[in-house]
């Protein structure tokens, strides 16, 4: 995806987020019953013990199951999905990959970056509502877009198996009805935070958690 304009976002006061944060450390984390990993289970539960979303909501992307959870300031889970991710495994993005056109990339750099990262709002150089969660290596949160590989694409995202979800360049793409649903209303209109989960490393290399349950 090449990059575009990003959207300006309004950053609340330092003493809203501070009184956001303590509200989100209390209300604890909640997930409704949605399956999810031990490692997305104990991430989510330290953003909200330690205030690291400082305020705003939040997403935990999965790349060994190759879904998406999208949670509010509180920890409060909004919504989940199986996601198309990054073709190939790994944790790092290749230099310069987004300032290249897509077409250029090959095979083994069609990777999702594991790390923290602020989103926000933004549009890519199409016009379409994204929300950027790296916007250097031009990767966002988008929806599943229409064309000729349209079928094959939301066949892969009903498969039961994480592995036929890997396909895309790298950026996280979810069914168009979850991202007008539950991403746009929380992560496309304000900045938050985006954790991508390791595949290659231990959680623990990549967060500051201080005990990973493992699977």
């Known amino acids: 995806m090449f990059r575009g304009g990003r959207t300006l976002c309004v950053l609340a006061t330092a003493c809203a987020a501070v009184l956001c ?6 209300a604890g984390v909640d997930f409704a019953g949605e399956r999810a990993s031990a490692e997305a289970q104990h991430v989510a539960r330290w953003v909200i013990d330690n205030g690291d979303n400082r305020g705003t909501p939040f997403a935990i992307v999965d790349k060994k199951d190759a879904r998406l959870f999208v949670f509010d300031a509180g920890g409060r889970i909004i919504g989940a999905t199986p996601a198309l991710l990054g073709l190939a495994p790994g944790d790092h993005s290749p230099p310069g990959v987004g ?61 039961p198996a994480p592995a036929d979800r890997r396909a895309s360049l790298g950026c996280v793409v979810v069914p168009v009805a979850f991202y007008d ?13 985006v954790y991508v989960l390791p595949e290659t490393r231990p959680v623990a290399d990549v967060f500051s958690v201080q005990q990973v349950v493992q699977r």
Do not use: C, M
């Open 21 to 26: 944060a303590q509200s989100a450390r209390a």
């Open 99 to 159: 300032d290249r056109h897509p077409s250029l990339l090959l095979p083994h750099e069609r990777t999702t970056p594991a790390g923290r990262f602020e989103s926000e709002p933004g549009r890519n150089h199409t016009g379409e509502a994204v929300v950027w969660f790296d916007y250097d290596a031009a990767l966002a949160i988008h929806r599943l877009r229409p064309g000729k590989a349209d079928a094959a694409r939301l066949k892969r995202l009903a498969s």
């Open 181 to 193: 649903s539950v991403v746009g209303p929380t992560l496309g209109r304000e900045r938050g935070v």
